[in-house]
Nanobody, 125 residues
Framework: QVQLVESGGGLVQAGGSLRLSCAAS????????MGWFRQAPGKEHELVAT????????LYADSVKGRFTISRDNAKNTVYLQMNSLKPEDTAVYYC??????????????????WGQGTQVTVSS
């Protein structure tokens, strides 16, 4: 089992920045990827960014490339999502997720088996 706790959400004006944190505990040694997903009202979960837990692989949604950066601190078992140049369309609940199923399937919500409770990000225009 892996437990995930997100923090760092809030209200920000368009063009502003936020940094989300996800603290992991439990059997993190079985984790292949840690990802950030988001869900806006009436929409499906969308992969925002993901990072391999021990390697160099990162993946970003086209909509956030150049604005968001995912990083990890293995010593702290924490994953971060630095969000810059925020837009109103970035408004959503952001979820941290852990993938202990596969080292090569990591693009969809179904590839992740542990989820945090979510943190709200609201970007005002």
């Amino acid at each position: 089992q892996v437990q995930l706790v997100e923090s760092g959400g809030g209200l920000v004006q368009a063009g502003g920045s936020l940094r989300l944190s996800c603290a992991a505990s439990g059997r993190t040694y079985n984790t292949y990827f840690m990802g950030w997903f988001r869900q806006a009202p009436g929409k499906e979960h969308e992969l925002v960014a993901t990072i391999s837990w021990t390697g160099p692989t990162t993946l970003y949604a086209d909509s956030v490339k150049g604005r968001f950066t995912i990083s990890r601190d293995n010593a702290k078992n924490t994953v971060y999502l630095q969000m810059n140049s925020l837009k109103p369309e970035d408004t959503a609940v952001y979820y941290c997720a852990a993938n202990s199923k596969s080292s090569y399937l990591y693009r969809t919500p179904g590839n992740y088996d542990y989820w945090g409770q979510g943190t709200q990000v609201t970007v005002s225009s």
